[in-house]
């Protein structure tokens, strides 16, 4: 697979092997490889892995077909919200991871998809084939996945201008006192558990949450959350950051069930749903914008909130 992508200013400064990896979905080590061999050039000309892009330069990509895990197609049911010959919106529910891995290797959102679209993009990375951005397993809502390669790059390239719209519903703990807010905190890999995300890092990177107040429960608030950015698992660790972690999360807050009037409220998951997402189509440019409603885990767990305030 031969590719070419311009440099766009918001790239500009980036190391060419992280910017490789992050245009190509492969790996950095993989990357690296590309480059060393001559497959990936600049300009025309051959570069070490630590330069520099710059705005307007011209990476020209030379990936050869490689021998990879083959995705197995599976019948699935999923819920469809929008498909056409270079991309697929999907209502994905809790509890589902989206593409394989270990301990993962079939029931994925990903198999389900392959089965009923019968194609996928050809880049995103080994078994993560057209994934442009994904939700955690049980993070239910809106995703949208490209079924062709200039889907894959053009959203990717929504996805790094911060021009896609995320909102997400969210049950948290405790009582936020104001009606909307901004959290900033840089997030980064946890100084203590690199498996966890946190705002005490090393390498922190701009993250930015933007939320407003729906209802108020006691001991619990249902928000609205708008993602400036999109950090891995961005939400959940700026709520536990502020004091107020999502209601069932066992990594970020640990508050998995709720006391209220002497009625015992439990949280299956953790209550985080991705209920909008809009973005312009990669080839009509014609913007589209899809809704998802909130699951019966979500809904079941609000009426007990409601009725228990």
């Not at 442009?132 to 993070?139: E, F, M, S, W």
């Not at 959203?155 to 519903?169: D, H, Q, V, W």
Request: charged fraction near 30%; aromatic fraction near 8%.
């Amino acid at each position: 697979m031969e590719k070419t992508i311009k440099v766009l200013e918001h790239d500009s400064g980036k190391r060419l092997d992280i910017f490789g990896s992050e245009m190509t979905g492969i790996s950095r080590s993989q990357i690296q490889k590309l480059i060393r061999e001559e497959l990936i050039l600049v300009n025309n000309y051959r570069c070490q892995q630590s330069y520099r892009v710059k705005t307007d330069d011209i990476i020209t990509f030379k990936i050869p077909k490689r021998e990879s895990p083959c995705l197995i197609p599976e019948p699935i049911p999923i819920n469809i919200l929008y498909v056409d010959d270079y991309l697929i919106v999907v209502d994905k529910p809790p509890n589902m991871v989206v593409y394989p891995a270990a301990g993962h290797s079939k029931g994925t959102l990903l198999n389900a998809v392959y089965y009923h679209t019968k194609k996928l993009a050809s880049v995103g990375g080994p078994l993560r084939n057209g994934i442009v951005h994904r939700l955690d397993k049980d993070t239910s809502g809106v995703m949208v996945i490209a079924l062709e390669e200039i889907a894959y790059y053009k959203l990717i390239e929504e996805f790094k201008r911060r021009a896609i719209k995320r909102k997400y519903k969210a049950l948290v703990y405790g009582i936020l006192k104001e009606d909307t807010g901004n959290i900033t905190f840089q997030i980064g890999r946890s100084i203590s558990d690199r498996k966890k995300m946190s705002i005490r890092t090393k390498r922190g990177k701009e993250s930015i949450t933007h939320w407003r107040v729906i209802e108020r429960f006691k001991e619990a608030t249902l928000i609205e959350a708008v993602l400036g950015t999109g950090r891995t698992h961005q939400i959940r660790v700026h709520f536990s950051a502020i004091g107020h972690p999502l209601l069932g999360d066992r990594v970020y807050g640990k508050k998995t069930s709720l006391q209220v009037n002497n009625q015992k409220i439990i949280f299956p998951r953790q209550m985080l749903h991705a209920y909008i997402l809009g973005f312009r189509h990669p080839t009509t440019d014609k913007y589209m914008e899809f809704f998802s409603d909130l699951p019966s885990d979500f809904r079941e767990c609000i009426e007990r909130l409601k009725k228990n305030s």
